[in-house]
């Protein structure tokens, strides 16, 4: 699996910004999928209807290699692809921005449109909460009661996420841990519980990690 960075899920993500008299904002979302990120951008535009424009741009896939940008009327070249290539810029996939216009009065140029489409989807992207989606081995260890406060104690001083715990005859706790460390760590478990353990790995899963800025 691909490590990689994306926006946070959660919620849809936004920012505000004016440059003369002509109103811009952004929206970013996470999507991970063509359909999803064409829906969202029209869904943007419906609520902005009455909007001038409504520019757009995708990144998909963990490596980033599926990529789109509309201008949505505005001079090629001058707002869809300033809103990809900040996309490009912050690292992110799985990721849509839509920055939405309302025209001033004054004109922008070719220049001043680049300008303020880049700087209001950066806007929208440092407003938004970034995660890193990253590879973990999941392990579901089972062990009998006398061996708990042992093994928790463990866990805790390795900083080892316990996803779940379930208590019947004997106690499973499902563990997440980075891919590089599992062995070590399943090394040196069975040397403090000499072995009075059994594990199941289900292999690696992606999980998002909050980006700390």
Not at 148 to 156: D, G, H, I, K, M
């Amino acid at each position: 699996m691909t490590n990689f960075k994306t926006i946070s899920g959660e919620k849809i993500f936004f920012a505000a910004y004016e440059v003369n008299k002509s109103k811009f904002f952004a929206h970013v979302c996470h999507v991970e999928t063509e359909n999803a990120a064409r829906e969202f951008i029209l869904a943007i535009r419906k609520k902005y209807f009455d909007a001038t424009h409504n520019c757009s741009a995708w990144v998909l896939g963990e490596r980033g290699d599926k990529q789109k940008s509309n201008d949505d009327g505005e001079p090629g070249g001058t707002a869809g692809n300033p809103i990809l290539e900040t996309i490009k810029k912050n690292d992110l996939t799985n990721c849509s921005v839509v920055v939405t216009r309302y025209f001033g009065g004054i004109k922008l140029g070719a220049g001043g449109l680049i300008r303020a489409y880049s700087h209001t989807a950066a806007l929208g992207i440092e407003n938004s909460k970034i995660v890193q989606m990253t590879a973990f081995r999941r392990i579901f260890l089972t062990l009998e009661y006398n061996f708990l406060a042992t093994v928790e104690n463990f866990l805790r001083q390795n900083k080892i996420r316990v996803v779940k715990t379930d208590y019947a005859d004997v106690v499973t706790l499902e563990i997440l841990i980075l891919p590089q460390e599992a062995e070590k760590f399943l090394i040196e478990l069975t040397d403090l519980t000499a072995a009075n353990f059994l594990h199941e790995d289900f292999g690696e899963i992606l999980i998002p990690v909050e980006i700390q800025r």
